[in-house]
T-cell receptor, first 112, second 116 residues
Framework: KQEVTQIPAALSVPEGENLVLNCSFT??????LQWFRQDPGKGLTSLLL?????REQTSGRLNASLDKSSGRSTLYIAASQPGDSATYLC???????????FGTGTRLTVIP | GAVVSQHPSWVICKSGTSVKIECRSL??????MFWYRQFPKQSLMLMAT?????????EQGVEKDKFLINHASLTLSTLTVTSAHPEDSSFYIC????????????FGPGTRLTVL
């Protein structure tokens, strides 16, 4: 069974710092990986989708990388801002289906 | 594009009552929708897969008679929590992907259920 783990569980950084969030998965037979943002009490906002054939995707200050062979993905946030404070979730599809296995999440706090 | 809505956004009910939550894909057709549940400070866990025109597929440990799912059209799936109890209080989120997947998942804004 696929297991998705995120480290660290929580992270606090001062505004302006660059930071990296980590995601690992046990079954490397995935066809994509998604990073989401969740604000407290809210739904999910999709940030980046990386297909299995890709190594990375970029959107603004966000850059996500994928290394299938090692079962790892990272989300890099450049020049962090207080508005980036949220919980970040990575997720991979279940083999043969479209539903997602979610990681445990990293709760990010950017201090002004 | 690819917007998913949920209604209601929050609901408070008495123990023993039933609550219906709607999930709609507003600008695309979704043959499959997914229902997730999220308890406080935990990640999302899949409850069931909702297939248009057929019975839903439930994950292990999820009671199908308690969580009734109906996917009557390509744009609407409903989750009914029957005889709700306080332990059913949670954040319920649905998602959908464009017909013909595998594809990116689009999530609804969630429904906060509180059972008194």
């Amino acid at each position: 069974k696929q297991e998705v783990t995120q480290i660290p569980a929580a992270l606090s950084v001062p505004e302006g710092e660059n930071l990296v969030l980590n995601c690992s998965f046990t079954d490397s037979a995935i066809y994509n990986l998604q990073w989401f943002r969740q604000d407290p009490g809210k739904g999910l906002t999709s940030l980046l989708l990386i297909q299995s054939s890709q190594r990375e995707q970029t959107s603004g200050r966000l850059n996500a990388s994928l290394d299938k062979s090692s079962g790892r993905s990272t989300l890099y946030i450049a020049a962090s801002q207080p508005g980036d404070s949220a919980t970040y979730l990575c997720a991979v599809p279940r083999t043969g289906a479209n539903n997602l296995f979610f990681g445990t999440g990293t709760r990010l706090t950017v201090i002004p | 594009g690819a917007v998913v809505s949920q209604h209601p956004s929050w609901v408070i009910c008495k123990s023993g009552t039933s609550v219906k939550i709607e999930c709609r894909s507003l600008d695309f057709q979704a043959t499959t929708m997914f229902w997730y549940r999220q308890f406080p400070k935990q990640s999302l866990m899949l409850m069931a897969t909702s297939n248009e025109g057929s019975k839903a597929t439930y994950e292990q440990g999820v009671e199908k008679d308690k969580f009734l799912i109906n996917h009557a059209s390509l744009t609407l799936s409903t989750l009914t929590v029957t005889s709700a109890h306080p332990e059913d209080s949670s954040f319920y989120i649905c998602s959908a992907s464009l017909a013909g997947g595998p594809n990116e998942q689009f999530f609804g804004p969630g429904t906060r259920l509180t059972v008194l």
